[in-house]
């Protein structure tokens, strides 16, 4: 069955440092997503690509945030001056085109900033 | 806002026994989603009801939506130690594809 994969699992990062999560979404898929959910909270929507370009963004995906799919399979968040409050659980989605479409997620990559 | 917004937060039973969980929604919707979350990993898809659907099953899964409330239920019937995990459910925004998450139910199985 596809799946959403995403690297690093885990990965330590000293504040300030540039941290770049790489994805690669469902192969067929059209949509793709960033959520992050810092620990013992809810999922929250950062970013959404579609057609190469940002279709949504949230308040929490500032100037630090960008994101890139720089060849045909991956889809990558970067945060360019980590902050300690950046420390979370990035998720990783794609959906396919269509008001009923499901969304799947990969394992995510959790973050620590020190 | 229109979050989903699961009920109860927290639910410990035990294994053989049904498990309910509730989620309410604010606003209309296309279509309601529900994932699962084992502790500290990724989210897993279990379920996509239609807005014009009333009941979905899947498994011993079954969701139902009740549009004019504004609710749908989760139920996990014959619970096992392995279903201990977090449940989400998670709308649509208007018009856009991103997904709203509720803080979800923490759902324990007693062996």
């Known amino acids: 069955e596809p799946e959403v994969t995403q690297t690093p699992s885990h990965q330590v990062t000293q504040m300030g440092q540039e941290v770049i999560l790489r994805c690669v979404p469902i192969?067929?898929?059209?949509?793709f997503y960033w959520y992050r959910q810092i620990l013992g909270q809810k999922v929250e929507f950062l970013v959404s690509f579609y057609n190469n370009e940002i279709s949504e963004k949230s308040e929490i995906f500032d100037d630090q945030f960008s994101v890139e799919r720089p060849d045909g399979s991956n889809f990558t968040l970067k945060i360019r001056s980590t902050k300690l409050e950046d420390s979370a659980m990035y998720f990783c989605?794609?959906?396919?085109?269509?008001?009923?479409?499901?969304?799947?997620f990969g394992q995510g990559t959790r973050l620590t900033v020190v | 806002s229109q979050q989903g917004e699961e009920d109860p937060q927290a639910l410990s039973i035990q294994e053989g026994e049904n498990a309910t969980m509730n989620c309410s929604y604010k606003t209309s919707i296309n279509n309601l989603q529900w994932y699962r979350q084992n502790s500290g990993r990724g989210l897993v898809h279990l379920i996509l009801?239609?807005?014009?659907?009333r009941e979905k099953h899947s498994g011993r899964l079954r969701v139902t939506l009740d549009t004019s409330k504004k609710s749908s239920s989760l139920l996990i019937t014959a619970s096992r130690a392995a279903d201990t995990a977090s449940y989400f459910c998670a709308t649509p925004w208007t018009g856009a594809q991103k997904l709203v998450f509720g803080q979800g139910t923490r759902l324990t199985i007693n062996p």
């Open positions: 009801i239609r807005s014009n659907e």
């Open positions: 989605a794609s959906s396919g085109l269509g008001l009923n479409t499901e969304a799947f």
């Open positions: 192969s067929n898929h059209l949509y």
